[in-house]
């Protein structure tokens, strides 16, 4: 049994994207301001918001189109993967948000690819701001390690137990 | 037809309008916003002064003085005021001040326009500011706006004079209380 084409490719897209985000994000954080710290991080937001769109896509799709039954595996393992899951959903939406707040507080309003504007939900303020930066530096680490866990723990169903656990996501074959 | 306009537009202004008056940054505001990658921020001066002759009845006479503090330029953000500050835009230790001179006067809606020079960084550009003026009590509330292009004046210098990332077009929006002199 494996997830549908729609909630692969979503699930994909948003392994991509989060690669280029850590990678825009990080190289931003390092530079004076600038036109290059600028327009990384007009790219970072615009994923960043597109990363958004997709969580909300993901979970309606998810109930449209309801996830295979995994593969027998202890209780325990069932809940750590459930609770990994879903906090990874969280993520998803945290990760985002907490950077939308940030470029608000710091009075650099996010733009989605220069098409539209997004609103602000809070005015300019640098105690805001320093929040809201050290809570998405907060939940980037989060997400590092609930990916490693989410990966460690794919790999180790697909080639330890080798229940085939890794082909719910990849194409291919009947589902 | 005329005459009765003339007489209305007498009887609606108040004499004391045509009185110097003035303003500076305790009695109001003065933001300027620009667009970033692709979106809108404001920033602020926060110390000018405002004066203005003008009486509605004889427009011909007035003039508006406006001096900006261009240290004073505020955007929330300390590395961007930095920059704004800097040699690239502002460059505020040669021209501490940016001037506007305005002596036309001319009628626009409800409200009127001056035109006139801003000199930004020692580049004097032709401005027009469109503004109402709204007796308050004591004070005079002066409402405007006005449209600039950074470029013209040089503000963004080398690799910032690319309006790939922060357009050209500036918006500058006040609002004062004017209060008569003496």
Redo the contacts between chains.
Sequence with gaps: MRYGYVAQTLHWAVVTLLVVQVTLGNIADNL????EK??L??RH?SFGITILGIAVIRLAWRWIDRPPPPPPMPHWQRLAANLNHWSLYALLFAMPLSGWLMSSA??????????V??PDFIG???GLKDIFHELHHLFAWFLYALVGLHVAAALKHQFVDRDGLLFRMLPGGPR | MIFRTLLLAILLCPAALADVRQADESAGTLNFSAIQAGAKFTGSFKRFQVKLDFDPASPAKGSLDVTVESPSIETQDAERDEILKSPDFFWTEKHPQAIFHATDFERAGSGWRASGELTIRGVKKPIAVQFTLVPAGAVTVMKGTASLKRLAFGLGQGDWASTEWIGDDVDVRFELKLTPIG
């Design positions: 004076p301001l600038g036109l600028l327009a991080l007009a937001k710091s009075n650099y309003p996010v733009s989605w690819f220069g098409l504007q997004l300019p303020d640098r």
